[in-house]
């Protein structure tokens, strides 16, 4: 299985940016896909993720609004669009896939609950 995430940048606070992550080696429209990040210093922080069909989604509180998750299980993509940008997102964000399809949400948001990650995409947001 490999996930290639792309999208990051640099983008100043109040803009946009949408994060892109290609699997492959994978049934894509089975698995539960998810967007983490890490800042510099911090843990590995969720913040997104969708169901295999694409009808469940959840956030993390600080991005909901703000953030919109979305898959194309015909392209075998995922993506995030991130708007209205804030210096703290600054991370770098991992995609991952789950290897549950349960809908417990305390287990989605747990990144010990993935079983495999793409390599990371820095999004750097300057104020």
């Known amino acids: 299985v490999q996930l290639q995430a792309s999208g990051g940048g640099l983008v100043q606070a109040g803009g946009s940016l949408k994060l892109s992550c290609v699997v492959s080696?994978?049934?894509?429209?089975?698995?539960?896909l998810g967007w983490f990040r890490q800042a510099p210093g911090k843990e590995r922080e969720f913040v997104a993720a969708?169901?295999?069909?694409?009808?469940?989604?959840y956030y993390e509180d600080s991005v909901k609004g703000r953030f919109t998750i979305s898959r194309d299980n015909a392209k075998n993509t995922m993506s995030l669009q991130m708007n209205r940008l804030i210096p703290e997102d600054t991370a770098v964000y991992y995609c991952?896939?789950?290897?549950?399809?349960?809908?417990?949400?305390?287990?989605?948001?747990?990144?010990?609950?993935?079983?495999?990650w793409g390599q990371g995409t820095l999004v750097t947001v300057s104020s």
């Open positions: 991952a896939r789950r290897g549950s399809a349960t809908t417990n949400p305390i287990a989605t948001r747990s990144a010990s609950d993935y079983v495999d």
């Open positions: 969708v169901s295999g069909s694409g009808g469940i989604k």
């Open positions: 080696g994978v049934t894509f429209s089975s698995s539960w």
